[in-house]
């Protein structure tokens, strides 16, 4: 078959780390391969060289069969290669159309011809099987139709190669199995894509082949109908990893968390919390399932204070926290892995010693109220860098610096070292390797064994029947249901989480 990329040889070094260590890769005609890799591995980096935001120090990329110096995204572009970054590129307050030919656009004599491209987007849409409108504003839709403005927007500029870094990562399972007819479609039509991931179930149903980086080096390239989970997970750590998260009976404590009848409001004034009862006990993990944009976000807001409720009632053991702000809230013994860590859970200009005692930073022996103790903090820091793998030069870079599953690392540590009664974790393996990802959770089921309180949000299925003890489901700003763990099935989940009843599914199943 037509090699359609060839990457030989390629090194990239940053200050205290190699990236990119002597790395061969090759991408097939209409094949999907996939890049596997723990955080910090160096995929995004080998992909980003090829898209021509890093210069390697050296290697050879071969377009086509001809070699060609890559030395900007322009010029990625004009070969046919096409990125979408997992943090997404979008003007948000311009419509779809507007996004996708922005700097590309079509003109009318000097007017800009907006209705040609409307009418172009409409055919690209229809053509790869997207539904979407292209007159939609990139802020009304889901981050699942923000992903396929940016997939457009790289075919509108005539993209071969399709790099998808981390697609799933934002997804729902709907929009999962969405993406995948939709990078089918791509090489029904001659298309080659390279998806960047750590999920395995998705190497598994999406890919071709797999080519598996394990700090910075090429560990193999494997057929994937050769192989399977486990042994790409052994492949990808180093080590046999353990994929099912093994807890004892659940040994359930007193109360520490209560909500009555808890409303909200959101920036457009609409409910988007209504009438909510929920109680988290010590010793358990309470699961929310739910599609995004249910309301389980302004939930967690609401609760950790970052979010004023309109009514109801909110205590964490007995202490009422009802509208009060973050920081009481933290007094109160809650700690929180918010879901975006980006916007909430770090100061990315900020130092990895700085960002590991956010929250706790006027607490001894960080502080005694008016000088920092720096000796103490980057101590601590190192501690937590140590325990939890986080892959990092030193604790002085700046956030900003670390793979996004790095990042996760840092902040689920630090929150899990507060000691809270109660643990909120929003999202926390999202964009992070199975490695870590083992590591997080038994974590997880620790604190919950210390007799801790730990309510767990998830847009992953798996992770929230994994884990939890109880799983409440939520459909609209509703609790729908709240289940026993031996209860609940992906089958009844996902019918709750649609907004249908499980007596609703006993009577089709009668029938």
Same mark, same amino acid.
Do not use: W
């Given at each position: 078959?037509?090699?359609?990329?060839?990457?030989?040889?390629?090194?990239?070094?940053?200050?205290?780390?190699?990236?990119?260590?002597?790395?061969?890769?090759?991408?097939?005609?209409?094949?999907?391969?996939?890049?596997?890799?723990?955080?910090?591995?160096?995929?995004?980096?080998?992909?980003?060289?090829?898209?021509?935001?890093?210069?390697?120090?050296?290697?050879?990329?071969?377009?086509?069969?001809?070699?060609?110096?890559?030395?900007?995204?322009?010029?990625?572009?004009?070969?046919?290669?096409?990125?979408?970054?997992?943090?997404?590129?979008?003007?948000?307050?311009?419509?779809?159309?507007?996004?996708?030919?922005?700097?590309?656009?079509?003109?009318?004599?000097?007017?800009?011809?907006?209705?040609?491209?409307?009418?172009?987007?409409?055919?690209?849409?229809?053509?790869?099987?997207?539904?979407? *409108?292209?007159?939609?504003? @990139? !802020?009304?839709? #889901?981050?699942?139709? /923000?992903?396929? $403005? =940016?997939?457009? +927007?790289?075919?509108?500029?005539?993209?071969?190669?399709?790099?998808?870094?981390?697609?799933?990562?934002?997804?729902?399972?709907?929009?999962?199995?969405?993406?995948?007819?939709?990078?089918?479609?791509?090489?029904?039509?001659?298309?080659?894509?390279?998806?960047?991931?750590?999920?395995?179930?998705?190497?598994?149903?999406?890919?071709?082949?797999?080519?598996?980086?394990?700090?910075?080096?090429?560990?193999?390239?494997?057929?994937?109908?050769?192989?399977?989970?486990?042994?790409?997970?052994?492949?990808?750590?180093?080590?046999?990893?353990?994929?099912?998260?093994?807890?004892?009976?659940?040994?359930?404590? *007193?109360?520490?968390?209560? @909500? !009555?009848?808890? #409303?909200?409001?959101? /920036?457009?004034? $609409? =409910?988007?919390? +209504?009438?909510?009862?929920?109680?988290?006990?010590?010793?358990?993990?309470?699961?929310?399932?739910?599609?995004?944009?249910?309301?389980?976000?302004?939930?967690?807001?609401?609760?950790?204070?970052?979010?004023?409720?309109?009514?109801?009632?909110?205590?964490?053991?007995?202490?009422?926290?009802?509208?009060?702000?973050?920081?009481?809230?933290?007094?109160?013994?809650?700690?929180?892995?918010?879901?975006?860590?980006?916007?909430?859970?770090?100061?990315?200009?900020?130092?990895?010693?700085?960002?590991?005692?956010?929250?706790?930073?006027?607490?001894?022996?960080?502080?005694?109220?008016?000088?920092?103790?720096?000796?103490?903090?980057?101590?601590?820091?190192?501690?937590?860098?140590?325990?939890?793998?986080?892959?990092?030069?030193?604790?002085?870079?700046?956030?900003?610096?670390?793979?996004?599953?790095?990042?996760?690392?840092?902040?689920?540590?630090?929150?899990?070292?507060?000691?809270?009664?109660?643990?909120?974790?929003?999202?926390?393996?999202?964009?992070?390797?199975?490695?870590?990802?083992?590591?997080?959770?038994?974590?997880?089921?620790?604190?919950?064994?210390?007799?801790?309180?730990?309510?767990?949000?998830?847009?992953?299925?798996?992770?929230?029947?994994?884990?939890?003890?109880?799983?409440?489901?939520?459909?609209?700003?509703?609790?729908?249901?709240?289940?026993?763990?031996?209860?609940?099935?992906?089958?009844?989940?996902?019918?709750?989480?649609?907004?249908?009843?499980?007596?609703?599914?006993?009577?089709?199943?009668?029938?």
């Amino acid at each position: 078959m037509n090699k359609v990329i060839e990457m030989k040889g390629i090194t990239k070094i940053f200050p205290g780390t190699i990236a990119n260590d002597n790395v061969d890769f090759e991408l097939l005609k209409s094949e999907t391969h996939v890049l596997l890799g723990e955080n910090g591995a160096g995929k995004t980096t080998l992909m980003n060289i090829l898209y021509g935001l890093y210069q390697p120090e050296k290697g050879e990329i071969y377009v086509n069969g001809s070699l060609q110096k890559i030395t900007s995204p322009n010029d990625a572009i004009k070969l046919g290669v096409g990125m979408v970054h997992q943090h997404f590129m979008l003007v948000e307050n311009f419509t779809v159309a507007e996004n996708i030919v922005l700097g590309t656009e079509p003109k009318k004599g000097i007017k800009l011809d907006m209705n040609s491209a409307v009418k172009s987007v409409e055919e690209i849409s229809n053509k790869y099987g997207f539904a979407i *409108d292209p007159n939609a504003v @990139i !802020e009304d839709i #889901s981050v699942g139709q /923000q992903q396929k $403005v =940016e997939i457009l +927007k790289a075919l509108y500029r005539g993209a071969e190669i399709l790099i998808l870094d981390e697609p799933t990562a934002v997804l729902t399972p709907q929009e999962i199995e969405e993406l995948g007819n939709i990078i089918e479609n791509l090489k029904k039509e001659g298309k080659s894509v390279i998806l960047i991931t750590h999920k395995l179930k998705e190497v598994m149903s999406m890919s071709d082949r797999v080519t598996i980086i394990r700090r910075g080096k090429v560990t193999g390239t494997v057929l994937t109908k050769e192989t399977n989970i486990d042994q790409l997970a052994e492949l990808m750590v180093g080590r046999k990893v353990n994929l099912v998260v093994e807890k004892d009976e659940c040994k359930r404590k *007193d109360k520490i968390l209560n @909500i !009555e009848e808890l #409303s909200a409001i959101d /920036q457009r004034g $609409v =409910e988007v919390i +209504k009438n909510i009862n929920l109680d988290v006990y010590g010793g358990e993990i309470l699961g929310i399932a739910g599609v995004d944009g249910n309301g389980q976000t302004e939930l967690l807001e609401v609760i950790t204070g970052l979010r004023k409720p309109k009514d109801g009632k909110i205590s964490v053991k007995g202490k009422d926290i009802y509208g009060k702000t973050p920081r009481d809230v933290e007094e109160a013994g809650v700690a929180h892995i918010p879901e975006d860590r980006h916007k909430r859970g770090l100061v990315l200009k900020y130092s990895l010693f700085e960002n590991s005692i956010l929250g706790i930073h006027k607490k001894k022996p960080f502080s005694n109220g008016i000088v920092m103790n720096y000796k103490a903090i980057k101590e601590h820091c190192d501690k937590l860098i140590e325990e939890f793998d986080v892959r990092t030069p030193n604790n002085s870079v700046n956030a900003s610096s670390l793979s996004g599953g790095n990042q996760q690392k840092l902040i689920a540590a630090r929150e899990i070292y507060k000691d809270p009664e109660l643990l909120i974790a929003a999202q926390p393996t999202r964009g992070i390797d199975v490695g870590a990802i083992e590591y997080i959770h038994k974590r997880l089921v620790g604190e919950r064994d210390k007799g801790k309180a730990v309510l767990l949000v998830s847009l992953e299925l798996d992770e929230i029947l994994a884990l939890s003890d109880r799983i409440a489901v939520m459909y609209d700003g509703k609790v729908v249901a709240v289940l026993d763990r031996k209860d609940a099935d992906e089958q009844k989940l996902g019918i709750l989480m649609a907004g249908g009843t499980i007596d609703g599914m006993r009577k089709g199943a009668e029938k």
